[in-house]
């Protein structure tokens, strides 16, 4: 039977392992019994609630992104959910590699330099912030960052925007995420 989303098939019941890879579409796919688990654990989640940000955000978020959105220990998360659907523990998570969203400003931001700012509020609720930033972030120029103001960490979408070569930086005020992109500076 094939793999989805690249997990493996557990015991051959039909149900992928739940692992720190797991998307969140498809954990809730699998087990919609334990969306109120998962919303618990990371608030941020009520808005999977919605249909809409349910198909987009939950196809690209994994449940590493889901831990960092929601301030937890990616093991605690992961192995409460496998608990909660009847799989063991793990001891060992196996993050391969642990993303950085936080920490000291980068030498290429410059505050004067933010040229588009974009806030959560003002964005269409059926919509992933992500996607107004990725138009905002075409259009600049060399030395220019846009700014996105959140309430909860936009961890798929800083993940997108890395990928895309992008350089993405977020600190916490406030209680208020300021996620900054810019053209990378390596090129």
């Given at each position: 039977?094939?793999?989805?989303?690249?997990?493996?098939?557990?015991?051959?019941?039909?149900?992928?392992?739940?692992?720190?890879?797991?998307?969140?579409?498809?954990?809730?796919?699998?087990?919609?019994?334990?969306?109120?688990?998962?919303?618990?654990?990371?608030?941020?989640?009520?808005?999977?609630?919605?249909?809409?940000?349910?198909?987009?955000?939950?196809?690209?978020?994994?449940?590493?992104?889901?831990?960092?959105v929601?301030?937890?220990?990616?093991?605690?998360?992961?192995?409460?959910?496998?608990?909660?659907?009847?799989?063991?523990?793990?001891?060992?998570i196996?993050?391969?590699?642990?993303?950085?969203?936080?920490?000291?400003?980068?030498?290429?931001?410059?505050?004067?330099?933010?040229?588009?700012?974009?806030?959560?509020?003002?964005?269409?609720?059926?919509?992933?912030?992500?996607?107004?930033?990725?138009?905002?972030?075409?259009?600049?120029?060399?030395?220019?960052?846009?700014?996105?103001?959140?309430?909860?960490?936009?961890?798929?979408?800083?993940?997108?925007?890395?990928?895309?070569?992008?350089?993405?930086?977020?600190?916490?005020?406030?209680?208020?995420?300021?996620?900054?992109?810019?053209r990378?500076?390596?090129?």
């Amino acid at each position: 039977m094939p793999a989805l989303d690249g997990v493996c098939f557990d015991g051959g019941v039909g149900e992928s392992e739940i692992t720190a890879e797991t998307k969140v579409a498809t954990l809730l796919n699998e087990h919609p019994e334990v969306e109120d688990l998962l919303i618990s654990m990371a608030p941020a989640f009520i808005k999977l609630r919605n249909p809409v940000l349910r198909r987009s955000v939950g196809r690209v978020a994994t449940l590493t992104q889901a831990a960092a959105v929601g301030k937890i220990e990616v093991a605690e998360l992961v192995n409460e959910l496998r608990v909660a659907v009847g799989q063991a523990p793990l001891d060992n998570i196996g993050l391969a590699d642990e993303v950085e969203y936080f920490g000291p400003a980068p030498e290429w931001f410059d505050e004067g330099a933010i040229v588009k700012v974009l806030h959560e509020q003002d964005l269409d609720p059926d919509v992933m912030p992500i996607n107004p930033l990725l138009r905002a972030v075409r259009d600049l120029g060399d030395g220019e960052t846009a700014e996105l103001v959140t309430e909860h960490l936009p961890a798929p979408g800083i993940d997108i925007l890395r990928r895309k070569g992008y350089a993405v930086w977020s600190t916490e005020h406030v209680g208020l995420i300021r996620t900054f992109v810019a053209r990378s500076p390596l090129g």
